[in-house]
């Protein structure tokens, strides 16, 4: 057997209005091309009558021929569907400020293997970071960000997410409203993260509104990013208890760690294609 001919591994991501034949169908598809299923997850929402499914396989066949034979299954039942190689890195654009915990959280993670993602750029609004992006080797791209200027920082912002062919536009920390048309443009392939356990606690200073309420448990959201402000659709979250002793710096030292956790398994359930939108929601298989 050559090199050309080896089993590939390929994951398969597709969500469609659920009705009778879909496993069925999706599986005769990918007996057609050849592969063995390794792995399979599905759901049916019964609110919104959606369909979804993750299915890793291997199987001789390239990617093109495997999504040929998809393809009918997938008009067929109207289907929004992706072929993808397991662990091809996804090229990923992290925007920050001046905060460098859930960059550096990313960045470590990215070079020691266990995060899928390739980061051509970094860019901030600040020079903060700018030493961080060169121990890690990463160009750095300084974009201040001002009322006037918004517009065209933007501008060059897309600039390089279509240069260096980004997929994915992750904001660790980014102290920037993105418009609605930069939102609009990156729908479902920018992630935040927000340092409140949401939806309690949107805006400035959620740590210091969530001391003066005297709440028991902090946490982080991660979510994709969407016009509404710390609305977009949650892909993980994680809490950790708190009390009265605690004074609203030590509630900012201790959420640093949740925030950056809670980002980097956002990316990396995202880059492994698990996570599916559905409306306002998210179905993430594991």
Known sequence: MTDSTLPTSFVVTLSCPDRP????????????????????QQYGSPSTGNFFMRVEATTSSTQAELSSALAPVAEEFGMKWQVNPVGQKVRTLILGSKDAHCLNDLLFQQRSGTLPIEVPAIVSNHRDLEGLAEFYGIPFHHIPVTPDTKAQAEAKLLELIHEHG???????????????????ELNGKAINIHHSFLPSFKGAKPYHQAHARGVKIIGATAHYVTADLDEGPIIEQEVIRVDHARTAEQFVQMGRDVEGRTLAQAVQWHAEHRVLLDGTRTVVFN
Request: charged residues 15%; proline residues 0%; contains cysteine.
């Open 166 to 184: 980004i997929e994915l536009t992750v904001l660790a920390r980014y102290m920037q409203v993105l418009s609605n048309e930069l939102c609009t």
């Open 21 to 40: 034949g879909i496993v069925y169908a999706v599986a005769g598809a990918l007996l057609k091309a050849g592969c063995n299923i390794a792995d399979s």
